[in-house]
């Protein structure tokens, strides 16, 4: 058997060879029935025995399913919850590993859904901080700043993130977490809920003590300007030059123009007069400069796709490469009665600097939009925007727990869209006053906010939120 990650397998089965740095498993022999104590730090001789430790829990009684055992997919077994036909059902195998508080720990297991019509909200994994009688315990730090800002409330449940599923159904769930100060046992709870006729499977179950994640900080700019009036779109790109190079020179990983910027600069024309193909002429030019100064760039722009044309924002590497687009979907009516044609899909782009996702100016009305991103993994939201509703902006960056970062036209001094970087609270870290300035925000992606009644809400965003069909998810 290939060996495990680092840690050690504590609440199933450990596989030959491994070597355990942690042991909080107590292991029972399946014929036996003889339970002995791991508790020693160090290596011991691994068992290939059952953990017989999980039990199964539902809220109610008249809501139990069927519990059971089976084979997981490298024939370790499997712990099993089934539904019967009726709605509602909601089930669980729970079981508490001791912790030390402040230590971190990484939990994994694999998962297999079956007629599960939605798995992310149906088949999650729970990690509850409990004290040696049971109880919640308290955060150990305040929660953020724009939501009930009171003392530290209790530190709410974890949930560990779905990977891809492999092609006999299987995939990861897993996640790294810090036991608050107070808690003495970690509550790890596999759930089939809301399923009828459907089955899960959890196998390969590991909390193991491990390392703090790094941080991933990056610097995100915005760059305030409106281009002066222009004869042609080079004319107009070559404007924004030395705001890119204030945006280096402030150490920005990604910096973010404003929309449809050749139009916004070639005063009296239309949509076709300065529509391009893309790559063309203009992401050529921003291309070179993202280069020169090694950073992210994400600029406005209209394309042409043979009878096409669309409003568009477009992300260049620091390599000089068009790493994506995205075309606009929401189309106010000065657009479509243009003939602009509406994009349809959400695409979220896994850089260096994180995943990054695209929206432009009129989306920002629209929740769907950013859900939509938030929903494919975005961290980070870059959006050229003519103009909105500045609640909207925080709205969206509150909503879905992401940094946006907004490149406007609007004056600042009017009650309008801003030039800034919003965090995950919906607050402006950096907001532009004046036109021709660059505001650079630093954040660390690897760190999430936490809210009172809360907890970690962007990690609950997809075990919570509703399903948009009753045939399951769109």
Same mark, same amino acid.
């Given at each position: 058997?290939?060996?495990?990650?680092?840690?050690?397998?504590?609440?199933?089965? @450990?596989?030959?060879?491994?070597?355990?740095?942690? @042991?909080?498993?107590?292991?029972?022999?399946?014929?036996?029935?003889?339970? %002995? %104590?791991?508790?020693?730090?160090?290596?011991?001789?691994?068992?290939?025995?059952?953990?017989?430790?999980?039990?199964? /829990?539902?809220?109610?009684?008249?809501?139990?399913?069927?519990?059971? !055992?089976?084979?997981?997919?490298?024939?370790?077994?499997?712990?099993?919850?089934?539904?019967?036909? @009726?709605?509602?059902?909601?089930?669980?195998?729970?079981?508490?590993?001791?912790?030390?508080?402040?230590?971190?720990?990484?939990?994994? &297991?694999?998962?297999? /859904?079956?007629?599960?019509?939605?798995?992310?909200?149906?088949?999650?994994?729970?990690?509850?901080?409990?004290?040696?009688?049971? #109880?919640?315990? !308290?955060?150990?730090?305040?929660?953020?700043?724009?939501?009930?800002?009171?003392?530290?409330?209790?530190?709410?449940?974890?949930?560990?993130?779905?990977?891809?599923?492999?092609?006999?159904?299987? &995939?990861?769930?897993?996640?790294?977490?810090?036991?608050?100060?107070?808690?003495?046992?970690?509550?790890?709870?596999?759930?089939?809920?809301?399923?009828? &006729?459907?089955?899960?499977?959890?196998?390969?179950?590991?909390?193991?003590?491990?390392? /703090?994640?790094?941080?991933?900080?990056?610097?995100?700019?915005?760059?305030?300007?409106?281009?002066?009036? %222009?004869?042609?779109?080079?004319?107009?790109?070559?404007?924004?030059?030395?705001?890119?190079?204030?945006?280096?020179?402030?150490?920005?990983?990604?910096?973010?123009?404003?929309?449809?910027?050749?139009?916004?600069?070639?005063?009296?024309?239309?949509?076709? +007069?300065?529509?391009?193909?893309?790559?063309?002429?203009?992401? +050529?030019?921003?291309? /070179?400069?993202?280069?020169?100064?090694?950073?992210?760039?994400?600029?406005?722009?209209?394309?042409?796709?043979?009878?096409?044309?669309?409003?568009?924002?477009?992300?260049?590497?620091?390599?000089?490469?068009?790493?994506?687009?995205?075309?606009?979907?929401?189309?106010? !009516?000065?657009?479509?009665?243009?003939?602009?044609?509406?994009?349809?899909?959400?695409?979220?782009? +896994?850089?260096?600097?994180?995943?990054?996702?695209?929206?432009?100016?009129?989306?920002?009305?629209?929740?769907?939009?950013?859900?939509?991103?938030?929903?494919?993994?975005?961290?980070?939201?870059?959006?050229?925007?003519?103009?909105? #509703?500045?609640?909207?902006?925080?709205?969206?960056? &509150?909503? #879905?727990?992401?940094?946006?970062?907004?490149?406007?036209?609007?004056?600042?001094?009017?009650?309008?869209?801003?030039?800034?970087?919003?965090?995950?609270?919906?607050?402006?870290?950096?907001?532009?006053?004046?036109?021709?300035?660059?505001?650079?925000?630093?954040?660390?992606?690897?760190?999430?906010?936490?809210?009172?009644?809360?907890?970690?809400?962007?990690?609950?965003?997809?075990?919570?939120?509703?399903?948009?069909?009753?045939?399951?998810?769109?």
């Amino acid at each position: 058997m290939p060996s495990r990650r680092d840690g050690v397998k504590s609440d199933l089965w @450990r596989y030959p060879g491994t070597l355990a740095m942690f @042991r909080c498993t107590v292991w029972l022999a399946l014929c036996g029935g003889l339970a %002995s %104590s791991i508790g020693a730090v160090g290596a011991s001789e691994p068992r290939p025995e059952q953990d017989a430790l999980w039990q199964p /829990a539902s809220p109610r009684d008249e809501l139990k399913p069927k519990f059971g !055992r089976g084979i997981g997919p490298r024939g370790y077994t499997s712990l099993t919850i089934e539904h019967d036909g @009726r709605e509602g059902l909601d089930g669980y195998w729970k079981q508490a590993f001791p912790v030390a508080g402040g230590t971190w720990y990484r939990f994994h &297991c694999v998962r297999k /859904a079956e007629n599960v019509a939605v798995p992310r909200r149906s088949s999650l994994v729970r990690i509850v901080w409990t004290d040696d009688k049971g #109880n919640k315990v !308290r955060r150990d730090a305040p929660p953020g700043n724009g939501y009930a800002p009171q003392s530290a409330g209790n530190a709410e449940a974890e949930h560990p993130q779905d990977g891809p599923i492999d092609k006999a159904g299987w &995939c990861e769930v897993a996640g790294v977490f810090q036991a608050p100060k107070a808690a003495t046992n970690a509550l790890v709870e596999l759930h089939l809920q809301w399923a009828p &006729c459907g089955k899960v499977s959890y196998s390969e179950v590991e909390f193991a003590e491990t390392t /703090a994640p790094p941080p991933r900080k990056v610097r995100l700019a915005a760059i305030h300007y409106l281009p002066k009036p %222009s004869k042609t779109p080079a004319e107009v790109c070559e404007q924004f030059a030395p705001l890119i190079a204030e945006a280096a020179q402030q150490k920005a990983d990604l910096v973010v123009l404003g929309e449809t910027i050749t139009y916004a600069g070639m005063r009296g024309s239309n949509y076709e +007069d300065v529509a391009e193909p893309i790559p063309g002429p203009s992401t +050529d030019y921003f291309a /070179a400069l993202a280069k020169q100064h090694k950073l992210h760039i994400v600029v406005g722009l209209y394309e042409r796709a043979e009878h096409l044309i669309y409003n568009v924002a477009v992300l260049l590497g620091p390599d000089g490469k068009l790493i994506g687009k995205y075309r606009k979907v929401a189309l106010p !009516r000065d657009e479509f009665a243009a003939g602009v044609a509406p994009g349809s899909d959400y695409p979220v782009f +896994d850089t260096q600097i994180g995943k990054i996702g695209l929206m432009v100016c009129y989306d920002g009305f629209f929740p769907e939009v950013a859900r939509q991103l938030s929903n494919n993994g975005a961290e980070i939201i870059a959006w050229p925007v003519w103009g909105c #509703n500045p609640l909207l902006a925080q709205a969206r960056a &509150c909503e #879905n727990h992401v940094y946006v970062v907004s490149s406007t036209y609007g004056n600042s001094t009017a009650n309008w869209m801003r030039t800034a970087v919003y965090d995950h609270e919906g607050k402006a870290l950096v907001a532009a006053e004046d036109f021709g300035t660059v505001v650079t925000a630093e954040v660390d992606l690897a760190k999430p906010l936490n809210w009172n009644s809360l907890g970690d809400f962007k990690a609950e965003l997809p075990r919570h939120r509703p399903v948009w069909s009753k045939h399951g998810d769109e």
